[in-house]
């Protein structure tokens, strides 16, 4: 048997991730898969590889490697005519030469092999893919710069599909990529990978990231999922189904889907008798999940033994760019291809840089953001791909959806926004490579703007991002964190929106100090949860409509209510585990409660809501006993089912110690009990001048304390900190706070609880952040803009009153 370098063809199971330039990047990962990770249970589709050495025989055989180099010989990449002549001058060439026989006859035995093992043994449906030799190495991404030929069936249609691969490495786009990464068009070469057929035409497919596309967030695993063929899914002209999967919870056996987003799935692509062609879903389809939640773990599961094996072959992090399909004639999983995730694997993990938006203008639009950056320029909306000569540098580029044929003008724009396509679009990976920031999904972003328009197009807010009229000043700020000096003082971080979680993962804080549930429930879920409970019986039939338009998917109203608590506490959770991450229960006024869909039938009208029915004395009152077990039940979740044991719930505005009883009780109803499970403790906010007095006796009751100096502020000095008439009378730093805290957190102390505080105080004023740390508390929590500064504030302040210095 010759060696390897030597062979034509060569099966998956002879194949290794060090064969890279023997059949390529994809190629290579399925030989290495398939040889390590099926006996692993991952489910990877046999086949083989026509290697490099076939396509340089094919070449020399045939002339074209000189052909070739006297085509390109001169070629400008500036000049799009002078590209796609010459690009389709070669491809012509190669389309048009015939394999030499003893290739044809070695792919010809192959295939049959492969046959014989499916179906009736003859002419088994295959997938025939393109493995550049340079393409998907950790440092140069080549994502869909090659084609792939799916349902091939017969040796005529395997030939021919073979030749088309090997030309597709002389696209316009891959030509131009090429070039642009300094590779020779000769000494890249091209594998064509055979692969079984799984039939997701009949099902599903989607792709699988281990990590959070666009912040960069390694301790999730991310699925996209459609039904049907997954083309639709890169072409950006479906919106698939999302799915989040907490990967140390999956180790741990649980069912950690800590996210779940279903879209409207309105057409999918299958096969036909003329080839593969797209069609219209069914209103059942279109709305319902296209994976289960078992499905969703297998599969993610499949996700985390892959990158953990690529992890350890290539001596460091891996994360990984998986497709994935789901056959629908055996109803099983199974990976056909995977490729480093190359954008945050080779970024500097130490370096934090946020873009900031100086002023906000006016909102023209909303779609999914990717990656976290700001860009702004003069709008070309270009709608046809012919069009793109037109474009000019810097401009930002306004299209239904973009393929790799417009990859020429893409790194040259600075900003994109496409009407359509979701994460993992085209546009979407293309920008995040290139670091442009992208919106997508937008839905009308061609009929709203118009050519020569100025915008800012705003992707650093989280998952939404916004485009504004007018050019914006933005900054970018740069922090190295192996810079923080540590401090013995516990700094946190406060967290209103699930969507800056990931975002701000790499800061260095040990975790949450304040996690506001009235965010999640005021952006993901925009209905009060006593309509929800009274649905369907609501005698509002033009308010049931508007619930059910809302909650598609969920046919328990409830139901949709704890899962979308649940996934905001969790994402906020799993981002900084395993460090705590206290988690305030709802501290809505009734004014704030009334704005929320169905809530002016459930909210008394107040004269001054700061000081009305809020926090704990809703809780245990019959009218609103049942929402707030919602609650619990969304905590319970994110803590049992997803493992997320870091949670902390946090009981806000408790007046009496008679209330704080009411309330646990209430708790101990919805499945939150500290007598069954030892690891949940349960805190109170320390921000009525009661909690300070009686502290001991709330201590006797709770395990901790949160100062909110903003309500202990106004609730001390007698004044409404929404009031502009008096709000200048005095603040945090006032002299009778600070009797209290030190009050309070000498008590905490003595009774070995916890005490932090969660107020914007210790950034502000530097005598505030000194007593904080006199008198030893705990933990301080900031904001993200501030938590840098105020962390050199607080070592400072360390430094100065002596004492060893801990780790931060």
């Known amino acids: 048997m010759p060696n390897k370098d030597e062979r034509l063809v060569l099966w998956f199971d002879e194949l290794e991730i060090a064969d890279v330039p023997l059949v390529g990047g994809k190629n290579a990962a399925l030989g290495e898969m398939y040889r390590t990770l099926v006996p692993l249970g991952v489910r990877v589709p046999n086949g083989f590889a026509i290697t490099a050495r076939a396509y340089r025989h094919f070449f020399k055989e045939t002339g074209l490697d000189k052909k070739v180099d006297e085509i390109l010989h001169g070629l400008d990449t500036r000049s799009l005519k002078d ?6 001058l070669v491809r012509t060439a190669i389309v048009g030469a015939e394999l030499p026989n003893d290739l044809q006859s070695e792919i010809v035995s192959a295939y049959n092999k492969l046959s014989s093992a499916y179906d009736d043994g003859v002419d088994t449906d295959v997938a025939v893919r393109s493995s550049a030799t340079a393409e998907d190495l950790p440092d140069a991404s080549f994502a869909g710069q ?21 030309a597709s490495l002389f696209t316009d786009r891959a030509i131009s990529y090429r070039a642009d990464k300094g ?33 960069g967030f390694d301790g999730i695993i991310v699925i996209s999922s459609t039904w049907g063929l997954g083309e639709l899914i890169v072409q950006g002209r479906v919106i698939p189904d999302e799915f989040m999967v907490w990967k140390q919870g999956l180790r741990e056996g649980k069912e950690s889907i800590i996210e779940r987003r279903m879209s409207n799935k309105k057409s999918k692509m299958i096969y036909s008798k003329d080839g593969i062609k797209e069609i219209k879903c069914s209103v059942n389809e279109a709305l319902s999940w296209s994976l289960t939640n078992q499905e969703v773990i297998e599969l993610a599961g499949f996700g985390l033994k892959i990158e953990e094996h690529f992890s350890s072959v290539r001596g460091k992090a891996s994360p990984m760019d998986i497709e994935w399909a789901k056959d629908g004639v055996t109803n099983e999983l199974f990976i056909v291809q995977a490729r480093p995730e190359t954008v945050h694997a080779n970024s500097d993990k130490n370096v934090i840089r946020k873009y900031v938006l100086k002023e906000k203008g006016k909102a023209i639009l909303e779609g999914a953001a990717v990656g976290n950056r700001i860009g702004a320029g003069v709008v070309r909306v270009i709608r046809d791909a012919k069009r793109i000569g037109e474009f000019k540098k810097g401009e930002v580029l306004v299209t239904e959806m973009t393929d790799p044929d417009w990859e020429p003008i893409m790194k040259i724009a600075s900003a994109i926004i496409t009407d359509k396509g979701g994460r993992t679009s085209h ?14 999904g937008t839905e009308r972003a061609t009929k709203l703007i118009k050519t020569g328009r100025e915008v800012t197009v705003d992707c650093s807010a989280g998952q939404l ?4 009229e007018e050019l914006l000043p933005f900054e970018v700020n740069e922090e190295n964190i192996t810079d923080i000096p540590k401090t013995r003082t ?7 929106s699930p969507d800056e979680a990931f975002k701000n993962h790499a800061l260095p804080a040990l975790g949450v100090g304040l996690g506001r549930l009235e965010f999640i429930i005021a952006s993901h879920i925009g209905i009060h949860p006593n309509a929800l409970i009274a649905y369907p019986k609501l005698p509002n039939k033009k308010l049931v409509k508007e619930i059910e338009a809302r909650t598609e998917g969920y046919a328990d109203k409830k139901e949709f209510y704890v899962e979308k608590v649940a996934q905001g506490v969790a994402r906020i959770a799993a981002a900084f585990h395993p460090h705590d991450v206290i988690i305030r229960f709802s501290d809505f006024k009734t004014n704030e409660y009334r704005k929320l869909l169905g809530g002016q039938d459930y909210e008394p009208e107040e004269e ?37 044991t870091n949670v902390v719930p946090m009981i806000p505005f408790c007046r009496t110690v008679d209330e704080g009883k009411k309330v646990i009780e209430v708790m101990k109803e919805n499945g939150l009990d500290r007598e069954s499970d030892k690891s949940l403790r349960l805190y109170v906010m320390c921000e009525i001048p009661s909690n300070v007095l009686l502290a001991d006796k709330f201590l006797d009751i709770f395990d901790g304390m949160s100062i909110g100096s903003n309500d202990l502020t106004q609730l001390t000095l007698g004044l409404d900190r929404d009031s502009g008439i008096v709000s200048g009378i005095s603040n945090e730093n006032d002299e009778a706070l600070k009797l209290l805290l ?67």
């Open 83 to 88: 590209l796609q002549k010459r690009a389709k």
């Open 183 to 215: 590779f020779s068009h000769m000494d890249v070469a091209l594998s064509v990978g055979v692969q079984k057929m799984v039939r997701s035409d009949k099902a599903g497919s989607g792709i699988m990231f281990t990590l959070d596309t666009e912040t």
């Open 608 to 644: 001054n809501p700061m000081l009305g029915w809020r926090g704990a004395s809703r809780y245990y009152d019959p009218k609103f006993k049942e929402a707030f077990g919602l609650e619990c039940k969304a905590i319970k979740r994110v803590r049992e089912v997803f493992g997320l």
């Open 465 to 468: 991002g916004t485009v504004y």
């Open 427 to 440: 546009a979407a990976i293309v920008s995040r490579e290139l670091g442009i920031p992208c919106i997508v």
């Open 742 to 808: 030190v009050s309070v957190i000498d008590k905490c102390k003595a009774r070995g609880k916890y005490i932090g505080i969660c107020g914007q105080a210790p950034s502000d004023y530097p005598d505030f952040a000194a007593l904080l740390v006199k008198h030893g508390i705990e933990s301080i929590s900031l904001n993200p803009d501030v938590l840098i500064n105020t962390i050199k504030r607080i070592a400072t302040e360390e430094a100065k009153q002596g004492g060893k210095v801990g780790l931060s």
């Open 490 to 496: 516990h700094v946190m971080i406060n967290v209103g």
């Open 146 to 166: 090659q084609d792939t030929y799916l349902n091939v069936r017969g040796a005529l249609q395997l030939m021919d599909s073979v030749r088309r691969c090997i």
